[in-house]
């Protein structure tokens, strides 16, 4: 799986999601879609051939959308990484310019072994790793909120910016501009564990090129101009200096097999009016190692960790995270297996006659099998206490009585509770209604009035139902009804 095809996943499944009514994506090119991809799926079929499937199908839905959907186009085309690799050109030259800069830096023919840029350079580094390593060990995912507000940037792409301006003005259907809306959102939650290991990647690539950068300008300068070596300090005397020099420049000294100063030699170097110290040759070829060893090599190596680390995220994207009940759902159907359905009671208990009727009803409304997952009834007056589930299921039924008087106090703020629940966990779990008429139908046959009776009371219940649940469905006990 690469991003594109993490791309197509979510821009089918958010165009699925908010065009629930099949205006723009009509049900039989949805089945097409299937049937193309390879459903139906064998109830043994790995995670493995359930992604390739996803995959498949989502590109058939975007095919179809794609040439009649100016803004779903747009989407497509855009580049996966967005501004990433402008980016990444911008930072290198800034790196190498900035590198061969600082060279710039200190008395004109000379250079101060103690002000050195290289140091400055290595000592940074050396914080660097110890952040990563304390990263490491703190075993902290990188979420989205590491490269901020300029990982969403990097994402986006010209395509997404022309589209941003086009949305108040555009003239597509609704369910076109909220798919997108939605799309936008899940892509960056998606990208953005991606971005942070790119972004890290080139920043550890650029500061290694940062100090090529900068021992090249050394070599360049020394080519052209003579320069001399020499220390002045008001705090280190040769005494004290000798052993910083060796803890500095020691491995690169044993690497190269240059001899550091000793403490005579570094007594003359001292700058003085009558003294100039020495060639400054060996201290940028020890500079030049001592860079090499500790800043070069373990940037390229980190860069190349995280460059990896990106290249698995993008394998890796948890999409079905981002819509679990649509894609639960989507596989149930194409695998032809029961599709798990919660079924939540309030103040009253089905009987099994019941229970077989609601689940005969529900595998009518879902077109095929269901399993049904019944939980712990509602007390009355329980109903505004706050519930949610470890993860909410592809679909949720609630089931009342329908003998019972549909009262906004209890029943409705029942529905008004669950309704905000599933708003608030950015879920895209069904809600149903099932109304359970066994008793109603059993004390209320005999009247003359029956139909009417029944037609008033549904009504009742269909003027309670939130906009989340839809049409309140009827289910009876006997054949008389199913509303």
């Known amino acids: 799986m690469n991003l594109n095809d993490v791309r197509h996943l979510l821009l089918a499944q958010s165009v699925e999601e908010s065009d629930s009514s099949g205006t723009v994506l009509p049900d039989a090119e949805r089945e097409l879609a299937s049937n193309a991809a390879g459903a139906p799926l064998a109830e ?19 095919s179809f959308l794609e040439p009649r959907f100016p803004s779903i186009a747009a989407a497509v085309k855009g580049a996966p990484l967005g501004r990433f690799r402008l980016f990444s050109l911008g930072v290198i030259i800034a790196a190498l310019v900035v590198g061969f800069l600082t060279n710039e830096l200190g008395i004109p023919g000379k250079i101060n072994i103690l002000s050195f840029p290289l140091i400055g350079i290595v000592l940074w580094n050396f914080v660097i790793y110890l952040r990563e390593i304390f990263g490491l060990f703190r075993g902290k995912k990188e979420g989205a909120t590491n490269v901020g507000s300029l990982g969403r940037w990097l994402a986006a792409s010209p395509f997404s910016d022309k589209q941003n301006a086009d949305d108040e003005t555009s003239d597509e259907p609704v369910e076109i501009r909220q798919s997108v809306a939605l799309f936008r959102k899940n892509w960056f939650r998606a990208l953005m564990p991606v971005m942070t290991a790119r972004v890290k990647s080139l920043l550890h690539c650029a500061a290694a090129l940062l100090a090529v950068a900068a021992i090249g300008g050394m070599y360049v300068k020394g080519l052209a101009n003579e320069y001399n070596a020499v220390w ?67 940037r390229l190596v980190l860069a190349f960790i995280w460059k990896g680390r990106s290249k698995l995220r993008e394998k890796i994207i948890p999409f079905r995270s981002y819509a679990p009940a649509f894609f639960d759902r989507l596989l149930a159907v194409s695998m032809g297996d029961a599709l798990k359905i919660a079924v939540l009671p309030y103040a009253h208990n089905p009987s099994a ?37 470890e993860r909410w299921p592809a679909d949720l039924i609630v089931a009342f009585n329908f003998a019972s008087t549909p009262e906004k106090e209890t029943y409705g703020a029942l529905l008004k509770n669950i309704g905000q ?11 149903h209604l099932f109304l359970d008429a066994e008793s109603f139908d059993r004390k209320a046959d005999s009247f003359a009035d029956f139909e009417q009776r029944r037609e008033t009371r549904l009504a009742g219940w269909r003027e309670l139902a939130p906009a989340e649940f839809g049409e309140a469905l009827h289910v009876t006990s006997s054949s008389k009804s199913n509303v």
């Open 421 to 431: 629940s599933v708003r608030e966990s950015e879920g895209t779990t069904h809600l």
């Open 353 to 389: 006659t019941m229970r077989h009727k609601i689940q005969k009803d529900a595998e009518d409304i879902i077109g095929g099998a269901v399993k049904l997952e019944w939980m712990n009834p509602i007390a009355f007056g329980e109903e505004d206490e706050g519930f949610a589930f």
């Open 44 to 62: 043994s079929a790995s995670e493995k051939k359930q992604q390739s499937f996803l995959i498949r199908r989502a590109e058939r839905v975007v």
């Open 232 to 298: 002045a300090s008001t705090f280190f005397t040769a005494e004290t200096l000798h052993p910083f020099l060796k803890g500095v420049l020691g491995p690169a000294s044993a690497i190269s097999g240059i001899a550091l100063p000793d403490l005579d030699q570094l007594t003359v170097m001292k700058n003085s009016p009558t003294n100039e110290g020495e060639n400054a040759a060996r201290w940028i070829h020890l500079y030049a190692v001592t860079t090499a060893v500790f800043v070069i090599l373990p």
